[in-house]
């Protein structure tokens, strides 16, 4: 075989299998955190991450893509050829979005089918696509405020109605590449000897005039590669997640909480800032993610008890002594980090959103609990979605006699209280925090 035909074959194969990803992600309800790696193996570096920046662009961008589909294909594939659906969405995504040559995005997304085992459907592949660039659809307005912003119906209609000024521009932000922020682990290095090894090693990067540990990278590229990565110098944390620590404001002596930890960069963050705990107790439902969090504090040198239970269940777990702190980083909807993990937007559903409503309740009234008086809870969320952020603790407030806000900013009320970062904001994630202190 030449070197030629070689390539064309990886090349197919490429397209096959980020077809065969986005199908999982899309048909079947699996996560790319699932099905991502296992496509990817056996790939070279530079192919999986052009795996991964096909699969999340298709993700960004699939009402403008299955607008497109519509308008080209008669009626839709099923059974087993609905994963050809999938490959010309991702040939629509290559002539609209990449930098892929034309040519490459034709014949190579046709040449898939025969990976795929779907050959006959070779001509409809071929014509769809050409028919793309001869109505030239991706020069042509869509009018749909709703396709246009990438998002699914449902959250659009949310976010619409909590953000209204500012959609446009909430949309574009969760369709971009976020960047790479560091947390620089100031118990092993410092700032300035991390900084001079990184442009040592011809690395840019940028600091943040709002954190102090924080280095975001300019390109991306593989973390274990960095320097001090063995030594743990560093830990791979949004400026958003990094000011959990800070806005908890651990003290000496004190025994702190980390509720829903996995996988840990928080809770390496508090031990970071302050050494000198009484205990640092990593609770999560999640054993397997809690394994995670072990690496991680081994990786930088830290120490903490980790504890498998489902937070709710105090009785299952907790000790009686209470907490001076307590974060709880609380499940949620994850909208605010959907850039960063566009398959959010397919796998999650308008009717999740009051079941997790609910469970965050629940976990904040049972944490509540195990607070001693005179405590601090730092409720927190990677969401936008003020049912789960500013109206949850409003209503907890309404509700807790004992409880009363801790105001981050003069800005907070106890109706309209806490942080709301939204994705974009200073380079950050979304995310919402809100402090409460316990009479």
Same mark, same amino acid.
């Given at each position: 075989?030449?070197?030629?035909?070689?390539?064309?074959?990886?090349?197919?194969?490429?397209?096959?299998?980020?077809?065969?990803?986005?199908?999982?992600?899309?048909?079947?309800?699996?996560?790319? #955190?699932?099905?991502?790696?296992?496509?990817?193996?056996?790939?070279?570096?530079?192919?999986?991450?052009?795996?991964?920046?096909?699969?999340?662009?298709?993700?960004?961008?699939?009402?403008?893509?299955?607008?497109?589909?519509?308008?080209?294909?008669?009626?839709?594939?099923?059974?087993?050829?609905?994963?050809?659906?999938?490959?010309?969405?991702?040939?629509?995504?290559?002539?609209?979005?990449?930098?892929?040559?034309?040519?490459?995005?034709?014949?190579?997304?046709?040449?898939?089918?025969?990976?795929?085992?779907?050959?006959?459907?070779?001509?409809?592949?071929?014509?769809?696509?050409?028919?793309?660039?001869?109505?030239?659809?991706?020069?042509?307005?869509?009018?749909?405020?709703?396709?246009?912003?990438?998002?699914?119906?449902?959250?659009?209609?949310?976010?619409?109605?909590?953000?209204?000024?500012?959609?446009?521009?909430?949309?574009?932000?969760?369709?971009?590449?976020?960047?790479?922020? =560091?947390?620089?682990?100031?118990?092993?290095?410092?700032?300035?000897?991390?900084?001079?090894?990184?442009?040592?090693?011809?690395?840019?990067?940028?600091?943040?005039?709002?954190?102090?540990?924080?280095?975001? =990278?300019?390109?991306? =590229?593989?973390?274990?590669? =960095?320097?001090?990565?063995?030594?743990?110098?560093?830990?791979?944390?949004?400026?958003?997640?990094?000011?959990?620590?800070?806005?908890?404001?651990?003290?000496?002596?004190?025994?702190?909480?980390?509720?829903?930890?996995?996988?840990?960069?928080?809770?390496?963050?508090?031990?970071?800032?302050?050494?000198?705990?009484?205990?640092?107790?990593?609770?999560?439902?999640?054993?397997?993610?809690?394994?995670?969090?072990?690496?991680?504090?081994? #990786?930088?040198?830290?120490?903490?008890?980790?504890?498998?239970?489902?937070?709710?269940?105090?009785?299952?777990?907790?000790?009686?002594?209470?907490?001076?702190?307590?974060?709880?980083?609380?499940?949620?909807?994850?909208?605010?980090?959907?850039? #960063?993990?566009?398959?959010?937007?397919?796998?999650?559903?308008?009717?999740?959103?009051?079941?997790?409503?609910?469970?965050?309740?629940?976990?904040?009234?049972?944490?509540?609990?195990?607070?001693?008086?005179?405590?601090?809870?730092?409720?927190?969320?990677?969401?936008?979605?003020?049912?789960?952020?500013?109206?949850?603790?409003?209503?907890?407030?309404?509700?807790?006699?004992?409880?009363?806000?801790?105001?981050?900013?003069?800005?907070?009320?106890?109706?309209?209280?806490? #942080?709301?970062?939204?994705?974009?904001?200073?380079?950050?994630?979304?995310?919402?925090?809100?402090?409460?202190?316990?009479?």
């Amino acid at each position: 075989m030449s070197n030629n035909e070689s390539n064309a074959k990886s090349s197919k194969t490429l397209r096959a299998d980020a077809a065969n990803c986005l199908f999982q992600i899309l048909e079947q309800g699996k996560s790319s #955190r699932e099905c991502l790696p296992s496509i990817q193996a056996g790939y070279s570096d530079k192919d999986k991450a052009w795996l991964q920046e096909m699969v999340f662009g298709v993700l960004r961008q699939l009402p403008i893509l299955q607008h497109w589909l519509r308008a080209l294909l008669d009626k839709p594939l099923r059974n087993k050829h609905k994963v050809v659906e999938h490959l010309i969405m991702l040939g629509f995504y290559q002539l609209a979005f990449s930098r892929v040559s034309t040519h490459a995005a034709v014949s190579e997304t046709v040449a898939a089918t025969r990976v795929l085992k779907a050959e006959p459907l070779k001509g409809l592949v071929n014509a769809l696509l050409r028919n793309f660039l001869r109505q030239s659809l991706a020069d042509t307005p869509i009018e749909d405020p709703q396709v246009k912003s990438g998002l699914p119906k449902w959250l659009f209609k949310r976010l619409s109605k909590a953000y209204p000024s500012q959609i446009d521009q909430l949309s574009d932000a969760m369709n971009q590449r976020p960047p790479i922020w =560091l947390r620089v682990n100031q118990l092993q290095t410092c700032s300035e000897d991390f900084q001079k090894a990184l442009l040592e090693k011809g690395i840019s990067f940028q600091l943040s005039d709002s954190h102090d540990d924080a280095i975001v =990278l300019e390109k991306s =590229l593989d973390i274990t590669t =960095l320097p001090g990565y063995d030594d743990g110098w560093f830990a791979v944390q949004d400026g958003a997640a990094q000011l959990a620590a800070k806005y908890l404001d651990a003290q000496a002596n004190e025994r702190i909480l980390d509720c829903c930890a996995a996988p840990g960069g928080k809770t390496c963050h508090i031990l970071e800032r302050q050494p000198q705990l009484k205990e640092c107790i990593a609770l999560d439902v999640d054993e397997k993610r809690l394994e995670r969090v072990q690496e991680n504090l081994e #990786r930088l040198k830290l120490s903490a008890t980790l504890i498998a239970a489902d937070a709710s269940d105090i009785e299952n777990w907790w000790d009686g002594e209470y907490y001076d702190r307590i974060l709880l980083d609380a499940p949620c909807s994850a909208t605010g980090v959907i850039r #960063r993990h566009p398959d959010i937007k397919w796998l999650r559903k308008s009717a999740d959103i009051d079941v997790l409503v609910e469970l965050q309740q629940r976990i904040l009234s049972n944490m509540w609990k195990t607070l001693k008086p005179g405590g601090t809870m730092l409720y927190a969320t990677c969401s936008i979605l003020p049912c789960e952020n500013q109206q949850q603790i409003a209503n907890f407030l309404k509700q807790q006699p004992d409880a009363s806000l801790l105001a981050m900013d003069s800005s907070e009320t106890s109706s309209s209280p806490g #942080r709301q970062i939204l994705p974009g904001e200073q380079q950050m994630d979304g995310f919402y925090y809100a402090r409460l202190l316990k009479s």
